[in-house]
């Protein structure tokens, strides 16, 4: 059944494609955020575009709503320009009005089906049409190529679904589509809007297994709408009902990872805190805690919503500042929205029986926002969960064109008397850190703050002489770059992490927590800020061969023992010359493995669903200092373990299945016999490695009636972990992922 269904007819697509839009060198905007970058004698023109321009904008379908990252390219940012900028956000109330605009906002987890019925009654249920959309989906695809190859049909399907539903009295033109695996967003505007929409980005952010997978996370699309920025955040959050921990940290990652350029170079990017206006939804998971299934459903055939919401955990994290900090949420008056039987309005009566929760929500944050509605839509029997959508007025700053060119006529006036002023300079709080005893993938954070002058300002830190960057790679400065009006203040984090890239080197005395950064002022001097520390090494980033001859655990060896195993040759063999016997794989692996064996090859999502952070650092401090019967502590969850574990062969400097054998593997993968050759070629830890995890994961399969793994999902995961481009963070081609994944299979499927 299509989609279209009981639809009435619409222009496909609802409207046109704007995503290819280039600078035609007429009837462009005006970079709203840096206006007033010339000089009074050549004030920048605000020119809008024509009805006819307009017109053939919508029509086409390779044009994109205008986009001041391309319009800017056309401007130089200095430091003049910065000030005008900043002095014009100053003086913003002094030439704008604030016009109401309506914005429909939907979420909507379609559990991995085809679109089967009109999505009218969802998209187009208010009267008037909105100017605005903002739709989001989850579980667009469950299938594991989406999970593992990112590829869809479903992204077309549900695109097409979406676009003949809007809303019948308006014309509407596509500014964005974004999507991560399943998670996807779309944002639509009125065509008479067009115009007026600029600096469109997206961006995603994985928080699935190790950080990355797209199972879980978030898209956003952030823009400007006249003179006010929007950001859209579409999220679907970690699952379970005992996970709302997961899940506070799935939403703090995306909030702090989630980054979009700036249209103006000389500043840093943007986060989403940064927008006037934030719209959050999605299938954010959280459940209904300490009532009974028969209770919770008692409460909601009562229609006693006041009472069910008190038991909610967005409810409770909010309230404890864990969540959402300054973010508003309309009450709560139509009944949860998971988890129904599909194609029915009854809960779910599978073995399960999932508690009825609230996991599908919209959430807000800005001045000026008003909410006419927030409801879920019932109708749509499509999915396990019904479609929820919430209407809003939102207060959107509209430049007045005479008062804009007085505020700025004013503004360069003012700046053409102190052009001459003094050379600007500034104080520094604190210019000497100190970050004692640093732990593998665990953040530190020093701060300082600058204060200027009287003097304009625009800092940066820059690179020192013959080298590549302003600071070593496990280093970075949040923001490495701003501008400062006079009397004005900015706090600076510096920001210490070691990971993958960097422990090797830290581990080995070749790299030291040491480095010196250098503060440029644009027409000032340089400042000096000195880094020093002390990194404890791990067995994170460490050398499979170089483990297996660390019997104790690595915390006991002194740093220069240290140093000399890591810096041993790979092909290493015992010839007797060193003190003790060396052990056939990693103590470090097999505690990891042990503790799998013995509590997880029942657990459902291994391998699947992350684990905490917090107990990540728990693990790899039981593995560096040998406590391991503090592993066993009950708060330590399987899937922290099992995350710890891919961390750990992600961590290796030469993965299990050496780099140059990698092309060989990739050749003879689909040829098992010619594959176990290429693997009795490898040093004895590594072939002694691969075979131990091979035999673990066969164990795995064993019990996939429980932990509903299969042969294609390990491979995948396990793919890209033992068989590593030797190019390094170079993209991989799709080809050679699944030749990555044959490889592996292989194994899974064939007794040693």
């Given amino acids: 059944m299509s989609a279209a269904a009981d639809c009435p007819e619409r222009d496909s697509a609802g409207g046109s494609h704007f995503d290819d839009l280039r600078p035609n060198g007429k009837g462009l905007l005006v970079d709203q955020s840096s206006r007033g970058q010339e000089k009074a004698g050549n004030l920048l023109t605000r020119q809008t575009k024509s009805k006819s321009e307009i017109n053939d904008m919508v029509r086409s379908s390779t044009i994109t709503v205008s986009d001041k990252a391309h319009i800017l390219t056309m401007q130089k940012f200095g430091l003049r320009d910065t000030i005008v900028k900043s002095r014009l956000v100053q003086k913003e109330e002094d030439y704008t009005y604030i016009q109401n605009f309506r914005f429909f906002v939907g979420t909507y987890n379609v559990n991995g089906q085809s679109p089967k019925e009109c999505l009218q009654p969802w998209l187009s249920h208010s009267i008037q049409a909105p100017d605005v959309y903002c739709i989001g989906f989850q579980e667009l695809d469950l299938s594991k190529e989406a999970f593992f190859f990112h590829d869809t049909p479903k992204e077309e399907e549900w695109f097409k679904a979406v676009s003949e539903s809007l809303h019948p009295d308006a014309k509407y033109a596509k500014v964005k589509l974004i999507r991560l695996v399943g998670i996807m967003l779309l944002l639509y505007v009125k065509e008479e809007h067009a115009a007026h929409i600029s600096e469109v980005g997206a961006e995603t952010v994985g928080t699935g297994i190790m950080g990355r997978m797209g199972n879980k996370g978030g898209v956003a699309i952030r823009f400007q709408f006249h003179n006010t ?20 940290q799935d939403y703090k990652d995306i909030c702090s990872r989630m980054q979009f350029c700036h249209v103006d170079p000389s ?37 006693d919503f006041q009472t069910l919401y008190a038991y909610d955990q967005l409810k409770t994290q909010v309230a404890a500042k864990a969540v959402f900090e300054g973010f508003t949420e309309g009450g709560l008056t139509f009944q949860p929205t998971y988890k129904y039987d599909t194609g029915s309005d009854e809960w779910d009566t599978s073995e399960k029986c999932r508690a009825p929760a609230w996991c599908d929500r919209i959430l807000w944050k800005g001045k000026n926002i008003t909410q006419l509605s927030y409801q879920s839509h019932m109708a749509l029997k499509t999915s396990d969960h019904k479609p929820v959508s919430s209407v809003f007025d939102i207060g959107v700053r509209v430049v007045k064109e005479e008062l804009y060119r007085k ?37 530190r954070v020093e701060s300082f703050t600058i204060h200027n002058g009287q003097v304009p300002c625009q800092f940066e830190f820059i690179n020192k002489p013959d080298e590549k960057s302003y600071c070593k790679q496990w280093l970075n400065a949040n923001p490495s770059k701003g501008f400062l009006l006079p009397d004005a203040a900015m706090d600076i984090d510096l920001e210490l992490f070691v990971n993958k890239t960097t422990a090797t080197k830290l581990n080995s005395g070749e790299d030291k927590i040491e480095d010196i950064l250098v503060l440029h002022l644009e027409r000032g001097k340089d400042y000096f ?8 090494p791990s067995c994170f980033g460490t050398p499979i061969h170089t483990l297996c001859y660390m019997r104790e655990p690595i915390s006991d060896l002194s740093l220069e023992t240290v140093r000399e195993l890591t810096l041993m040759p790979l092909w290493t063999e015992d010839d007797g010359s060193h003190l003790e016997n060396p052990l056939e794989i990693p103590k470090e692996l097999w505690i990891m493995v042990d503790y799998l064996y013995r509590n997880a090859v029942q657990q459902e999502d291994l391998f699947q669903q992350p684990g905490l952070r917090l107990e990540f650092e728990h693990i790899r401090d039981c593995l560096d200092t040998g406590m391991i019967e503090t592993l066993s502590n009950p708060s330590t969850s399987n899937h922290s373990v099992a995350e710890a574990l891919l961390l750990f062969l992600e961590s290796l400097p030469e993965p299990v299945i050496c780099y140059s054998a990698y092309h060989n593997c990739l050749e003879c993968s689909g040829n098992y016999t010619a594959s176990k050759q290429v693997i009795s070629t490898l040093p004895t830890f590594h072939k002694n490695v691969f075979h131990y995890l091979m035999a673990f994961l066969q164990e795995l399969l064993k019990n996939s009636a429980k932990n509903h793994l299969d042969e294609n999902i390990l491979a995948s995961i396990f793919g890209s972990l033992l068989l590593r481009n030797p190019a390094g963070q170079q993209k991989l081609e799709m080809v050679e992922k699944k030749k990555a994944q044959e490889f592996i299979h292989q194994f899974l499927c064939n007794s040693p």
């Avoid at 006037?276 to 229609?303: A, F, H, M, P, T």
Wanted: contains cysteine; charged residues 30%.
């Fill in 407 to 443: 505020t700025l006529e004013e503004i360069v006036r003012s700046l053409d008397k102190m052009e001459n002023a003094n050379i600007p300079s500034v104080s520094l709080s604190k210019r000497e850190f100190y970050f004692q005893n640093v732990k593998y993938m665990q953040l």
């Fill in 267 to 303: 500043l840093p990017p943007l986060t989403i805190s940064k927008h006037d206006v934030i719209l959050w939804l999605g299938d954010l998971n959280y459940r209904i805690e300490e009532l009974e299934v028969e209770k919770v459903k008692k409460l909601i055939e009562e229609k």
């Fill in 529 to 536: 800020l000195s880094v020093s520390g002390n990194y404890l």
């Fill in 229 to 248: 920025s929007i950001c859209v955040v579409n999220s679907h959050l970690a699952a379970h009902t005992e996970e709302y921990e997961r899940r506070n």
